[in-house]
């Protein structure tokens, strides 16, 4: 029973870290409506950037979060130039940044595969020092903080102009650039917000676990994608904009806690990546199907 307390605990915090990022996956995917897979290596890129500026900077711990949420959004400016500029499809867009970035990372941290951070100052330490919570719990402290000033900085910045043009954007395109707003624009400020956030939540969970990885980013998007739609199974009654984006990060939490059930239970953890898939796909299926059989109901129903 402790042991299964334990990896709840440990999946509650991961999934609150990482949930940041989902918040990233949110404005692309249901704003935009774009997969955007730079997610993947943003999330490494953010983790690489922290490590390196805390091992061989010397810098302090916040500042290195701001350096790693600075190279996400450079990252995500990257495939919004080759979207809305060179006209690249944005899903090849993504795909073309992230496996640069692979070669980025490694260059970031001298070219080896993964940085240490055990002997060093972290977010969570300090906070610890200054507090004498656990790990855990202080993790939890500061994921769940920075969870709560990202959605209401989000709820903000979207009931702004420029933020609800953004919106709109995403819900007819064709009529915002009728109303002269530059869609270009304001697609390349969704994709720069988005991996900002994700740079952010691949350097808390980088400072969390005590190490950057190269590949700490791999199935991101995936991960993303099935946070957003469990959340918004969970919460989908819940209208308000604000609502929606909590849904995302709620959507993380549990799909961190399905995991570390699945994997007491025994399920081998290679095949984590394939229960993500199936989750996403079900569940981006199963909606389609309903739709179609109530259409065939009611046209059999008026037929008799």
């Avoid at 302090?60 to 190279?71: F, G, R």
């Avoid at 989908?236 to 059930?261: D, N, P």
């Amino acid at each position: 029973m402790n042991g299964l307390l334990v990896s709840l605990q440990d999946a509650v915090v991961q999934g609150v870290l990482w949930g940041i990022m989902v918040l990233g996956v949110y404005i692309t995917y249901k704003l935009l409506d774009i997969a955007d897979l730079t997610v993947d290596g943003s999330f490494a890129l953010g983790g690489c950037v922290c490590a390196v500026m805390i091992l061989n900077f010397h810098m302090d711990p916040w500042v290195a979060l701001a350096a790693a949420a600075a190279a996400g959004m450079a990252a995500g400016a990257v495939t919004g130039l080759l979207h809305t500029i060179f006209e690249i499809p944005a899903i090849l867009a993504g795909i073309l940044t992230q496996i640069g970035l692979w070669s980025v990372n490694l260059r970031i941290m001298g070219g080896k595969s993964n940085m240490p951070l055990l002997k060093t100052d972290t977010i969570m330490s300090k906070f610890i020092d200054m507090t004498g919570l656990s790990k855990p719990a202080a993790a939890l402290a500061i994921g769940i903080g920075m969870a709560v000033i990202m959605i209401v900085f989000l709820y903000w910045f979207f009931g702004t102009e420029v933020g609800s043009a953004m919106r709109a954007t995403g819900n007819n395109e064709a009529m915002i650039r009728a109303q002269g707003v530059n869609t270009n624009w304001t697609k390349l400020l969704a994709l720069t917000i988005s991996n900002g956030l994700v740079g952010i939540s691949g350097g808390l969970v980088c400072q969390s676990q005590k190490y950057a990885d190269i590949g700490m980013g791999t199935g991101a998007i995936v991960i993303g994608l099935a946070a957003i739609v469990i959340g918004s199974v969970l919460m989908g009654k819940l209208r308000s904009f604000g609502s929606r984006l909590t849904s995302a990060a709620v959507g993380s939490v549990i799909y961190f806690v399905i995991r570390a059930l699945v994997l007491r239970m025994g399920m081998d953890a290679n095949d984590m990546k394939l229960l993500s898939a199936v989750i996403v796909a079900v569940a981006l299926c199963v909606p389609v199907m309903v739709s179609k059989w109530r259409l065939k109901k009611s046209y059999t129903e008026g037929g008799e």
